[in-house]
T-cell receptor
Framework: SQQGEEDPQALSIQEGENATMNCSYK?????LQWYRQNSGRGLVHLIL?????REKHSGRLRVTLDTSKKSSSLLITASRAADTASYFCATAYTGGFKTIFGAGTRLFVKA | DTEVTQTPKHLVMGMTNKKSLKCEQH?????MYWYKQKAKKPPELMFV???????INESVPSRFSPECPNSSLLNLHLHALQPEDSALYLC???????????FGPGTRLLVL
């Protein structure tokens, strides 16, 4: 079964609004990563947060990690139409190459 | 150069054909991955190569055969595929285990 589960499955917002996506996982991890995928194309890495970190920022992105709840959130502030994409969290098992992707959140930003 | 390239972009093959997907990176990464992605689903890990040796095989059917000729190249040989194998096949690389993966654009495969 997948390590990460995400909600919501789909999110539709207006340009300028903030978008929040959540990810939950089941076992101990080394790090958690967020990726973006535009329709039918390769994934682009957004941000990596390690298990000993609680929050990380990159531009308009803010990621939090709560290892006690085994959950993470991705916040995109001041969204733009170009942010329309699918967003996946991915968790890496401690000590291994195995990366498991969550089901993904499909974000649609209306101009 | 942070690019992972994949060829071909699109591939249509019959169930009796033999074809290969190719992936290349020049970032000096020593881990390379194959993923399969069906429409509206997340990528599913198929194989991982670490230092040119197969380290993970996620119980993939033998009709998929990976090969890592050198540290920059990764191939996926396809033989006797089924229509349900139609998907987007993604290649990725990373410097170390658990690190950021860089993805190629994928090969969209259709099996007739």
């Amino acid at each position: 079964s997948q390590q990460g589960e995400e909600d919501p499955q789909a999110l539709s917002i207006q340009e300028g609004e903030n978008a929040t996506m959540n990810c939950s996982y089941k076992t101990s991890i080394n790090n958690l990563q967020w990726y973006r995928q535009n329709s039918g194309r390769g994934l682009v890495h957004l941000i990596l947060i390690r298990s000993n970190e609680r929050e990380k920022h990159s531009g308009r992105l803010r990621v939090t990690l709560d290892t006690s709840k085994k959950s993470s959130s991705l916040l995109i502030t001041a969204s733009r139409a170009a942010d329309t994409a699918s967003y996946f969290c991915a968790t890496a098992y401690t000590g291994g190459f195995k990366t498991i992707f969550g089901a993904g959140t499909r974000l649609f930003v209306k101009a | 150069d942070t690019e992972v390239t994949q060829t071909p972009k699109h591939l249509v093959m019959g169930m009796t054909n033999k074809k290969s997907l190719k992936c290349e990176q020049h970032m000096g990464h020593r881990a390379m991955y194959w993923y399969k992605q069906k429409a509206k689903k997340p990528p599913e890990l198929m194989f991982v190569y670490s230092y040119e040796k197969l380290s993970i095989n996620e119980s993939v059917p033998s009709r998929f055969s990976p090969e890592c000729p050198n540290s920059s190249l990764l191939n996926l040989h396809l033989h006797a595929l089924q229509p349900e194998d139609s998907a987007l096949y993604l290649c990725a690389s990373s410097g170390l285990a658990d690190e950021t993966q860089y993805f190629g654009p994928g090969t969209r495969l259709l099996v007739l």
